[in-house]
């Protein structure tokens, strides 16, 4: 089992960069009043950039196939940002892509589009980070557009050789600037408007589907446009011949599989618990899966569990039929993800097109163990002391001199049972310090002292399934004090059953 928490670190990546840009305009000014008081440089950082070197809007100045995208710019109050020193990615549409965007759109140039829809439409276009083709990936980019939502990377039948951003292709592709990558855009790239509901509402091949999101009222949810609010969901689905694979050729005949109590939009039925398990409230594409991740669900009570290999494998287990005790039968159960029909981006979020049905996946709470040497930087939420961490040690390292101290950090996923906690925590040189872990902020047994082998701390009851958040504290010195160096090797997680 893998440590797993892309929703924390992707706000927390995102909400630095929406400070970025609403520092931005202050940037600009400082800039502004440097280039008033240089004849000849101009000061980014540590950088110096000379007055031949082109920026982003200089450079497409100097080609006049992309005048309509620099009188584009112009018009979104975006051109003095990008004649600017700065982080950026911007994919900029040729003049041929503009007049066939006029024409689809029915009017005949910019003059003709409000400051607003030109804002827009440009801003869909720029990125607040440097991403070379290098660091594409089959999925949204790492970074959100200055709209805030998610462009698409995919590629064509000859791979590295074609590639789309939300479905355009790039004619040309790495234009290193001082301020930035440029991409050149066969077309211009389109808002995503549509919602995870609207796609599936468009789509007959997902009727079965849709109606049970609709009759279960989780259709709200897929199809909620509060800006201020914006939930970003990954959904999977089943199309109608998937269903029917199983028998299911109607929303009826789905209703009266799944449907235990017969009321859909009660939180207990079994129909809701199926509609809510194929959704995670986060926006995971096909390269953001870990093989050994679990991602909880809106059916908080049950995870899905991925495997990554050369596929992917749902919640893959064996299934024992013991109709026959002397000749016991058993059979590998997995879901798949159809690739052809996966990383459909909407407004709200992404979906995924499954390869068989995917019914909720009940485990029972088993044996969890955390190696000190899976944690990493990302790990690390919260800390007050330094720490170091060696790759390839069997260790977390942590340093520290002072009474109080602490670091927390993301633990492994926990099943909604009682378990006993065991912490092996190796002393360093032949003293001792007094070690306390808590476990979702509620101390775990006593403080106990570090040696060389495995400790009993106590038991802990987990009521809310998920990803628990672990803090190991310095609640006593070192018999030196100046030697407390705690040696996080394992933490180990055993259901009681009772």
Request: with cysteine.
């Amino acid at each position: 089992m893998i440590l797993k928490n892309l929703k924390y670190y992707r706000t927390l990546h995102f909400k630095l960069c929406n400070v970025r840009i609403q520092v931005l305009p202050m940037i600009m000014l400082c800039l502004m009043v440097g280039v008033m008081c240089s004849c000849e440089d101009t000061e980014y950082g540590t950088r110096f950039y000379d007055e031949d070197e082109q920026l982003i809007v200089p450079y497409l100045e100097s080609n006049e196939n992309y005048s309509e995208c620099v009188e584009a710019l112009e018009k979104a109050d975006l051109s003095g940002l990008l004649s600017l020193a700065g982080y950026y990615t911007f994919f900029a549409p040729t003049n041929e892509a503009f007049q066939n965007y006029y024409t689809q759109k029915g009017v005949s140039g910019l003059d003709e589009l409000s400051q607003e829809e030109v804002e827009r439409m440009m801003k869909n276009h720029l990125v607040p980070d440097t991403i070379s083709s290098v660091q594409f990936t089959a999925g949204a980019l790492r970074t959100r557009n200055f709209l805030d939502d998610n462009l698409m990377v995919s590629y064509g039948a000859d791979g590295l050789g074609s590639i789309y951003i939300n479905e355009v292709p790039l004619e040309k592709i790495d234009i290193s600037l001082p301020n930035g990558v440029l991409h050149i855009a066969g077309g211009v790239i389109a808002e995503v408007t549509e919602t995870l509901g609207d796609k599936l509402a468009s789509h007959e091949e997902y009727s079965i589907f849709y109606q049970a999101c609709v009759e279960t009222g989780i259709i709200d949810s897929l199809n909620n446009k509060d800006a201020h609010n914006k939930s970003r969901f990954t959904l999977f689905v089943e199309k109608n011949e998937v269903f029917a694979n199983e028998g299911i050729t109607s929303y009826e005949e789905l209703a009266a599989k799944y449907s235990d109590l017969g009321e859909p939009t009660l939180y207990e039925d079994g129909l809701n618990k199926f509609i809510r398990y194929h959704i995670i409230d986060d926006y995971l594409t096909l390269p953001d899966f870990q093989d050994g991740g679990m991602y909880p669900t809106l059916c908080t009570e049950y995870p899905v569990m991925m495997e990554v290999q050369e596929q992917f494998f749902i919640n893959r287990h064996e299934v024992v039929n013991e109709d026959d005790p002397e000749n016991p039968i058993t059979t590998e159960v997995y879901q798949g993800l159809d690739y052809q029909h996966a990383n459909f981006s909407g407004w709200n979020g992404v979906m995924h097109q499954l390869t068989e049905v995917m019914p909720v996946y009940v485990t029972q709470a088993q044996e969890v163990i955390l190696k000190g040497n899976t944690l990493s930087e990302e790990s690390i939420i919260d800390q007050n002391w330094d720490f170091d961490f060696v790759p390839g040690s069997s260790y977390f390292t942590a340093r520290t001199t002072y009474v109080g101290d602490y670091y927390s950090f993301i633990g492994p996923y926990l099943y909604g049972a009682k378990y006993k906690v065991y912490f092996t925590c190796p002393s360093y040189n032949a003293g001792k310090s007094l070690i306390g872990l808590s476990v979702n902020g509620e101390k775990v047994g006593a403080s106990f002292v570090s040696n060389n082998g495995e400790n009993f701390v106590g038991e802990i009851e987990i009521d809310n399934p998920g990803y628990c958040l672990l803090t190991v504290s310095l609640d006593g010195n070192h018999t030196d004090a100046n030697k407390n160096n705690l040696r996080l090797q394992q933490i180990r997680f055993v259901p009681v059953n009772e």
